[in-house]
Structure formats: structure tokens, C-alpha cells
């Protein structure tokens, strides 16, 4: 079957719904676009936040570095700037005692009046964590993950004080600690090792991935779903991120886009002894990114809108991969992902604001109204079947690659 005749019926994995989720940008230089800055540019973050509560955007992550701005106060000032926005605070286990990590969240989330979220990074490279005194071995530092996760979860809900004697925690007579506004945090992990598994099946509510092709998506949401099932707890809502390409029709899009590798490719070519001191090694440690250079390897575009000659051009650090189309074959493409289960989008693009802006007046609406017909009917509307991207027979032509 293809996807020219997939029948209006919903699969049973499809997401009712969908939330989207941007990174935070907190100065107007871009990877496509050197700018210097001295990291806050007041004015300019002000507007980025804003941008995305008047695009609809649900959640914005504060991701951390050794070098980074910190995330916890920006997520203060996330909250302040917006009504709705929730932000997504990247915590790294080595930085701070659980306890202490629990308490900034408890106070982020009742100054937000529930809005807190928090993002657990484990850490994808040993030259990166060594930075902040961090000598642990990855799976060590996964283990330190999962107990500094549960003590997350005590400093937050116990009614009672306690102690604790674990391998990385040794807590005495704590508690009752500053309480959440609602009745939790959620709590998502990045990661795609082996380890990132066994403690996401475990602990995570959220479990997030760098955007894959859809067979390698499914896959690994059926792994991650089947952890939590053994463990008895509830499914993770499941996280994908891409960096969408997209312009008036998908014949520009694919122009803009080849003219965006290039542009990605020289600059990462310029930059490239500071990205290999960053991470510390030629290539990623990391699965997620090992993951997204291996399928650049094999192919360049994978199912509707796919792309991953970005990916290439940049090593695979972060999130690489694009989605390259119209609004309405992007728009079809996630809906690919919700048809999966994936029911928190990240989309976040090369020219930052400006796409944040455009996401949010031209992608984030089609995903809505086509979720608001299948709310009320119970089937799919034309959207995907309108929109066919790279399954079209003229695909070769529209992206110029006859
Ligand atoms: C959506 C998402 C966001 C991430 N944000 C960060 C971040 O802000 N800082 C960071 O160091 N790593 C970040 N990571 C990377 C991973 O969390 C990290 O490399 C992981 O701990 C180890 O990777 P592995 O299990 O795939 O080998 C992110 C990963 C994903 C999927």
C-alpha cells in the first residue's frame, strides 16, 4: 500500500494530539549566519519568546552546555515573558544535587503556575563533561541518571522527611521539600543508547529522539513503549525534533534547502577545530547523532520530506534533520510522526526567528485544523493525501534531482 491510497481510517498508534515545541534562541546569530554577540541579546530573546506564544508553540527548550547561558533562569524568564509557553529545562545529573535540582524546578513551576518541565541530559561526550569535573563512564553516568531521577521525584511528592543511601546520593533526614504547583513535573530524557533505554523505560514520562526516518521512529517507539510496559508504568509521550526547510511551494523549498547545505556545509567547514575541541573527538560519541549520520550515509531523503544532507553538512551535532517542503507537505510530514504516536514536535529552523515566525503562521495551523477533523470525524482529512512530498512521481523534478 501506498500513501496515495491509505485509507482515511486513524492506525491505532495515531496521537489525538500535538504539541510543538521550539529551542530557545537568545541571540540572532544562526548556523547559517555567524553574528558575534555577547550571548543575551535582550531585545531580540524577548521577541523570540514571543514569537512563539503568538504561533501557538506549546514549549520551548533551554538546552545546556559547559559554555551555555543557564538554564534554569532563562526558564524564568520564559515564564515571565509568556502566558503559555512552557519551558523545557535541560538539566545535566553532574551539576547539582537532585534535591537541589528539585527545588529550582518546584520554584520555575509554581512562578509559571505549572508550567515546568524538565529535560535530563546524561551527557553524549566525555570531553564535554569532563569540563565540569564529570569523569563518569556513560553508562556510570545513566545509572546517576536514574537515581538522581527518583530523588527528583521524593524532593517533589514525599509528605514525609527521609534519608537515603544510594550508589551516587547519600541524603539524611530531608523534607518535605518545595512542592511543584500541580501534583508533578514532567520528566523527559534525550538519548538513543542502549542505557538511554533501560533508564527512559523506567523513569521517563517523556522520551525524546532527533528525527529519524519513519520505519527507524516506530521502531524505537516500540522499544521504548515495550521498557515501559515491563517496568508497569505508564506510556512515554514520545519527542521528535526536526529542523524544517520550507517556502512557498516545494520546488523552493528544495532550492532553499540546497542552498542551506551549502551554507551550513562552509560554515561547519570554518568552524570545524572549534566543533572538534567541543566534542572532543572527530566524530559524536553519541548514539542520537551516530544514528542521524548514518542515515545520511545511506540516503539523502527518506519518506515524504525527510532530508538529511543538513545532518551531513554539520557532523550530526544536535538536531540535523530536516523537513523540507511547503507548509502543507511539512504540515503532512509531521502528521506522518503523529500517525506513529509522536505527539510533541520540535520544529526549530535555520534562520531562527524567521522560521519560528512562519512555523507558526503556516505549519502549526495545518497540523491543528487536520487534528480537529480527525477529532470530530474520526478520520483522516486530505491533508496527507493532497501533500505527497517525495512519494510524488514528480518528486525527481520538484527537488531538481532528475
Ligand atoms: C531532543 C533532545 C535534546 C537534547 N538537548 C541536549 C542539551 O541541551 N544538551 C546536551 O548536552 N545534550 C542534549 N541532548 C543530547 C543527549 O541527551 C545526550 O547526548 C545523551 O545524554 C547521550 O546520548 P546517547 O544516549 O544517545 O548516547 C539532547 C537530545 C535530544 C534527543
Known amino acids: 500500500m501506498t500513501v496515495t491510497d491509505a485509507p482515511a481510517a486513524l492506525p491505532a498508534t495515531a496521537a489525538r494530539t500535538a504539541e510543538f515545541i521550539s529551542l530557545t534562541h537568545l541571540n540572532p546569530s544562526t548556523e547559517l549566519q555567524h553574528q558575534a554577540s555577547r550571548g543575551i541579546d535582550l531585545p531580540y ?14 514549549y520551548t527548550l533551554l538546552p545546556y552546555a559547559s559554555v551555555s547561558a543557564d538554564p534554569y533562569v532563562l526558564g524564568g524568564a520564559v515564564a515571565a515573558l509568556t502566558e503559555n509557553v512552557k519551558p ?10 537532585p534535591l537541589v535540582a528539585a527545588q529550582k ?8 503556575e505549572g508550567r515546568a518541565v524538565v529535560h535530563i541530559i546524561s551527557g553524549g561526550s566525555d570531553a564535554e563533561q569532563a569540563r565540569h569535573g564529570d569523569y563518569l563512564s556513560k553508562d556510570e553516568r545513566y545509572a546517576r541518571t536514574e537515581e538522581f531521577i527518583s530523588l527528583l521525584r ?7 522527611p527521609f534519608s537515603h543511601d544510594g550508589t551516587y546520593y547519600k541524603i539524611d533526614d530531608f523534607g518535605p521539600g518545595f512542592r511543584p504547583y500541580g501534583d508533578t ?20 514520562d517523556i522520551f525524546s529522539f532527533w528525527g529519524e526516518p519513519l520505519a527507524d521512529i ?28 520550507i517556502a512557498e511551494t516545494d520546488e523552493l523549498a528544495w532550492q532553499k534547502a540546497y542552498r542551506y547545505a551549502d551554507r551550513l556545509a562552509a560554515n561547519t567547514q570554518a568552524g570545524k577545530a572549534a566543533i572538534q575541541r567541543f566534542l572532543g573527538q572527530e566524530s559524536p560519541q553519541n548514539v542520537g547523532a551516530q544514528r542521524a549520520l548514518e542515515f545520511a550515509s545511506r540516503a539523502d531523503v527518506y519518506d515524504r520530506a525527510l532530508w538529511t544532507r543538513t545532518a551531513a553538512a554539520t557532523g550530526g551535532t544536535g538536531a540535523s534533520t530536516a523537513l523540507v517542503g511547503s507548509p502543507e507537505t511539512v504540515a503532512a510530514a509531521i502528521l506522518d510522526y503523529v500517525d506513529l504516536g509522536a505527539d510533541l514536535v520540535s520544529i526549530r529552523g535555520y534562520d531562527t526567528l524567521n522560521d519560528a515566525i512562519d512555523y507558526g503562521r503556516y505549519v502549526i495551523p495545518l497540523v491543528k485544523q487536520e487534528l480537529a477533523h ?18 510524488g512521481a514528480d518528486f525527481p523534478q520538484v527537488a531538481g534531482i532528475a
Do not use: C, K
Not at 516506530?218 to 526547510?245: C, N, S
Open 185 to 204: 513535573i514532567p520528566v523527559s530524557i534525550g538519548g538513543s543508547s542502549d542505557a538511554a533505554f533501560e533508564v527512559g523505560g523506567r523513569q521517563a
Open 154 to 160: 521524593r524532593g517533589w511528592h514525599d509528605t514525609e
Open 45 to 58: 530573546f524577548r521577541r523570540y519568546v514571543r514569537s512563539l506564544e503568538d504561533g501557538g508553540y506549546d
Open 88 to 97: 523545557i529545562i535541560a538539566v545535566r545529573p553532574n551539576l547539582g544535587h
Open 374 to 391: 480527525r477529532e470530530q470525524t474520526g478520520q483522516r482529512g486530505t491533508l496527507q493525501a493532497d501533500h505527497l512530498g517525495a512519494y
Open 105 to 112: 524546578l518546584a520554584t520555575l513551576d509554581q512562578v509559571s
Open 218 to 245: 516506530a521502531a524505537q517507539i516500540e522499544r521504548i513503549h515495550a521498557l515501559a510496559d515491563a517496568a508497569g508504568r505508564p506510556r512515554q509521550r514520545i519527542w521528535v525534533t526536526f529542523r524544517p526547510i
